[in-house]
């Protein structure tokens, strides 16, 4: 019966509205439902097709546009108020057929002109104009025929669905090699491992997914200063959510970590000095796996910039230490987001000093520390000795200039006695230390010994000034006496 309704409809196209309607009532009642009759004639005739012609007119029926009245020819053009194929798919009266690439954009914009207008300029649409070639359009994302409001949970574009939609071509390695071999294709199984991953794959919509870091319609190329994800942008795009003590309200964890990163000695040469070298949150928690780093993994995110400092604290008697006790290497003593400038008041027993936090007056770690902060201040002492005699010298215009060259070596050993700190060793901190004495005593000598030559030639000047005084006196009254006999 329904294929030989079909079959009048397709072979005598025209037929008359009345006809249709006779026809249609004669339709099942689940194919036509109350809903599905409409005064769109596109929709009624193609209800009753088959397979790929068909299809578009069941999925409609759940469309947001449909709901809203819209028809199908305000995409496709023809007009929807002829029963007749012909006539309501007549190409001269502006039916377009299937819409392809640029006309699909072309379409949607005309009602959606501000998401057409950023979606242009992004990198799905720049590489859509570029060269012809059409990656991606307003229905990749949105799909066809089914597009739905996007707070709806069945939406493309919704929560755990945009995740999908996105590594549909993001993970698919020769998709995506055709148009960008550099791009990366890890990005969904990376997501996956992180906190955010794993609470969106068990329903909590909340959590950051890929539209949220990347935006929607003006997803730039990351390397792009526009970009939500462009290394000085990272920190805000983030903070949207954790720095939102309401939005974070039901997770109890801290929502600081901008505010704290923002005058840290991270965020400050990053964010103010525009120093890229600095990191930026995803530095230490991964572009696409965030999750807070785990133990031993702290001191490879530092250890990637600070590998020095890594590759001492290895070596140190924290390292098994605090691996035990579930210490969190670096950011035990340094913290995590708020780390500030170091100074020698982080060490010793003082207010400032890390040392404290977990060693008592009686420990070795707390002798240690006060003796090799003690060792600190005195050899900045020495320098500051070894300078005042070295310019002092300088001044009365003796050459120092060997000895000032030393001074520059000081600077080199405080730095060097500063990261040796990290062994947590004394020996190891004493080795170096004392090459800075060594170089200061060495300055000193210069220092004092230049001065003392520079008091001995003075008073060699004094007494030969004197002797040539007495010379010439003596000589003064031998000429007189000599003139006075001649007179
Ligand atoms: C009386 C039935 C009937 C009406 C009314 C009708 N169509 Fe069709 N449509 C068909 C049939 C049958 C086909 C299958 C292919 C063909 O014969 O061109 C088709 C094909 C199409 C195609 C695919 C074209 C292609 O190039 O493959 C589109 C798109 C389409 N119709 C949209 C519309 C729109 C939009 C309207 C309303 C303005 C409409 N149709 C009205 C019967 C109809
Ligand atoms: C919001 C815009 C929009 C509306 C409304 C719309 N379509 Fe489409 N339709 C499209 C787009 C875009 C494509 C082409 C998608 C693609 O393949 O890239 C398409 C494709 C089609 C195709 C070809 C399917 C295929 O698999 O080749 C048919 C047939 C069709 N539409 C019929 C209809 C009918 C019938 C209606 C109304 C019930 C309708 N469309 C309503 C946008 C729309
Ligand atoms: C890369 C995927 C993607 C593409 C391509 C895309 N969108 Fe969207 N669209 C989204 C996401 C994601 C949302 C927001 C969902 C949310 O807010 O929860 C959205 C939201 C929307 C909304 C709802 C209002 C709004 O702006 O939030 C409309 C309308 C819309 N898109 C239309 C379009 C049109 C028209 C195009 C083509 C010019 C397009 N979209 C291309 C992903 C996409
Ligand atoms: C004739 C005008 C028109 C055309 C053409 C059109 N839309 Fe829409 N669209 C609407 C209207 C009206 C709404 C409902 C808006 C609302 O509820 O606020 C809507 C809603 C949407 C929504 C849901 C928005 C939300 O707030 O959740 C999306 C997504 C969307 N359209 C995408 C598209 C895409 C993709 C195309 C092209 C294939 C398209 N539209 C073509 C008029 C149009
Ligand atoms: C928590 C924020 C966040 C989420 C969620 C996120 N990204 Fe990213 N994405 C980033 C950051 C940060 C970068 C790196 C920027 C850089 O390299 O400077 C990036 C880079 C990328 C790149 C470029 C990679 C390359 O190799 O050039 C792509 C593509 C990408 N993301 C896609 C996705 C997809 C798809 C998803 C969802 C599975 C996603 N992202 C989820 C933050 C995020
Ligand atoms: C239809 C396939 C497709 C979909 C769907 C898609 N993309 Fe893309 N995306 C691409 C292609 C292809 C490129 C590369 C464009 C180029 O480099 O010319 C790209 C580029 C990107 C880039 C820039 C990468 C870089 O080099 O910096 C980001 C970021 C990105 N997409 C994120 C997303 C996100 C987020 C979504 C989902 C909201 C998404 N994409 C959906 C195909 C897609
Ligand atoms: C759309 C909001 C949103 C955005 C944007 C976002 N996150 Fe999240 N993030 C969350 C939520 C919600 C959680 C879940 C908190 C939990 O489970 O403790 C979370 C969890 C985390 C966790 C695990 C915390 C823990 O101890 O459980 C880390 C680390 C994290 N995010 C880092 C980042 C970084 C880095 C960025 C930016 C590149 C970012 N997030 C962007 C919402 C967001
Ligand atoms: C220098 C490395 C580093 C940077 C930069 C960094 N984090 Fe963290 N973050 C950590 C470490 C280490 C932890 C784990 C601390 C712990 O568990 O004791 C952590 C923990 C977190 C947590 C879990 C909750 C908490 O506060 O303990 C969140 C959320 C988070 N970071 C988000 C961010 C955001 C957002 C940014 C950027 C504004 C950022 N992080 C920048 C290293 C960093
Ligand atoms: C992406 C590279 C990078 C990562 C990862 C990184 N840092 Fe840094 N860090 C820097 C740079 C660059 C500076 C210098 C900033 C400035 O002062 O201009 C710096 C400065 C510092 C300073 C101050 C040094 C001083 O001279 O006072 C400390 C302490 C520090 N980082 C500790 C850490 C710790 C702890 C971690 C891991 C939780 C870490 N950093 C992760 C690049 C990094
Ligand atoms: C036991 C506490 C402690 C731990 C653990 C620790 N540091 Fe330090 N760090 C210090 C102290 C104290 C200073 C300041 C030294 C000074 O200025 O006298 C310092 C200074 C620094 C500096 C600036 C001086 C320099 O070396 O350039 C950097 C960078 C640094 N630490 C990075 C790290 C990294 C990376 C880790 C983990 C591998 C780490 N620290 C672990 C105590 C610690
Ligand atoms: C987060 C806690 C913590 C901080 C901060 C800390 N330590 Fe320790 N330290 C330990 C633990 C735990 C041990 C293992 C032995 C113990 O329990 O005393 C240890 C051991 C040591 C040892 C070896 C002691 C021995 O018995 O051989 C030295 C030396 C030491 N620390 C020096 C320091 C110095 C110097 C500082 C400050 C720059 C410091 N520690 C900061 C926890 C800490």
New binding site residues.
């Given amino acids: 019966m329904d294929n030989f309704i079909k079959k009048i409809i397709i072979n005598h196209g025209h037929i008359s509205y009345l006809c249709l309607t006779v026809l249609l009532f004669l339709i099942p009642a689940s194919i036509l439902s109350q809903e599905t009759v409409s005064k769109d004639n596109c929709l009624n005739c193609h209800l009753i097709l088959d397979g790929k012609f068909k299809q578009p007119a069941v999925l409609f029926s759940s469309d947001i546009h449909f709901k809203k009245g819209i028809t199908c020819s305000a995409c496709h053009g023809g007009d929807s108020k002829s029963d007749d194929q012909d006539k309501a798919m007549n190409k001269a009266a502006g039916f377009i057929g299937i819409p392809h690439g640029q006309q699909v954009l072309k379409i949607c914009s005309k009602c959606h002109a501000n998401e057409f207008n950023n979606f242009v300029k992004s990198v799905h649409g720049q590489s859509n104009t570029g060269n012809g070639t059409i990656i991606n359009n307003c229905v990749t994302c949105h799909g066809i025929h089914n597009i739905v409001p996007v707070k709806s949970p069945s939406s493309k574009v919704n929560g755990l669905n945009i995740v999908k939609t996105c590594t549909g071509c993001h993970s698919n390695a020769s998709y995506m090699r055709t148009y960008n071999p550099g791009i990366s294709v890890d990005q969904l199984e990376k997501y996956k491992t992180s906190v955010h991953g794993q609470r969106i794959f068990n329903g909590d919509s909340k959590v950051a997914n890929c539209a949220s870091c990347h935006g929607n319609h003006d997803i730039k190329n990351v390397k792009d200063p526009q970009s939500r994800v462009y290394v000085t942008n990272v920190p805000s795009t983030c903070n949207k959510c954790h720095g939102d003590a309401n939005y974070m309200k039901e997770y109890n964890i801290p929502t600081d970590q901008y505010e704290k990163y923002k005058s840290s000695?991270?965020g400050i040469?990053l964010l103010e000095?525009g120093?890229k070298?600095?990191?930026s949150c995803n530095?230490?928690h991964g572009d696409h796996g965030a999750a807070p780093p785990e133990v031993e993994s702290?001191t490879k995110?530092?250890g990637?910039?600070?590998a020095l400092n890594e590759q001492m604290f290895q070596e140190s008697p924290h390292k098994d230490a605090f691996q035990k006790k579930n210490i969190h290497d670096?950011?035990a003593c340094?913290s995590?987001h708020g780390?500030s400038?170091?100074s020698d008041e982080m060490i010793g027993n003082g207010e400032k000093s890390f040392c404290i936090k977990c060693h008592a007056n009686q420990d070795k770690g707390i002798q240690v520390a006060i003796t090799m902060k003690s060792y600190i201040d005195s050899l900045l002492k020495e320098v500051n000795l070894a300078s005042y005699l070295i310019n002092k010298a300088e001044q009365k215009g003796m050459d120092v200039s060997d000895a000032k060259f030393d001074s520059n070596d000081i600077k080199k050993v405080l730095i060097t006695t500063r990261n040796v700190i990290h062994y947590s060793n004394l020996e190891k901190f004493t080795g170096s230390i004392n090459e800075g004495f060594n170089i200061t005593n060495k300055a000193k000598i210069t220092g004092e010994e230049s001065i003392k030559d520079y008091y001995v030639r003075r008073i060699g000047l004094g007494v030969s000034t004197i002797l040539i005084t007495i010379i010439c006196v003596a000589l003064y009254f031998k000429l007189r006496k000599i003139e006075k006999k001649r007179t």
């Fill in positions: 000695v991270h040469a000095k120093d070298n600095a990191p530095k230490c702290i995110v530092c990637t910039c600070h670096c950011a340094h995590n780390i400038k170091t």
